[in-house]
């Protein structure tokens, strides 16, 4: 199982980021992939998670409104588009699965991409 975040940056406070996630060595459109974040002093946090097929999505209150999650199954890659962005989602955001159809956990995740949020 490979997992591959990409497209953090430094952004201004209300700017938006899409982020990537390029997944490898399973079958990908089987199971539930979830973004989490850490961030330098605080608690790891789930961001959001989003179901096999697409159909079901959810997300941390810290981030309800802002963020969307989607997938292309075709493409093995999940997204997370990130608007409104606050000083506060400053972290290292990664990807991860826990080989579940609908429930998001991180039995495995890769390398993660870091996102600035700052003026």
């Known amino acids: 199982v490979q997992l591959q975040a990409s497209g953090g940056g430094l952004v201004q406070p209300g700017g938006s980021l899409r982020l990537s996630c390029a997944a490898s060595?399973?079958?990908?459109?089987?199971?539930?992939i979830g973004w989490f974040r850490q961030a330098p002093g605080k608690v790891r946090e789930g961001v959001s998670c989003?179901?096999?097929?697409?159909?079901?999505?959810n997300y941390a209150d810290s981030v309800k409104g802002r963020f969307t999650i989607s997938r292309d199954n075709a493409k093995n890659t999940v997204y997370l588009q990130m608007n409104s962005l606050k000083p506060e989602d400053t972290a290292v955001y990664y990807c991860?699965?826990?080989?579940?159809?609908?429930?998001?956990?991180?039995?495995?995740w890769g390398k993660g991409t870091l996102v600035t949020v700052s003026s």
């Open positions: 989003i179901s096999s097929g697409g159909g079901r999505t």
């Open positions: 060595g399973f079958t990908f459109g089987d199971y539930a």
């Open positions: 991860v699965t826990n080989l579940n159809q609908n429930e998001c956990g991180m039995d495995y």
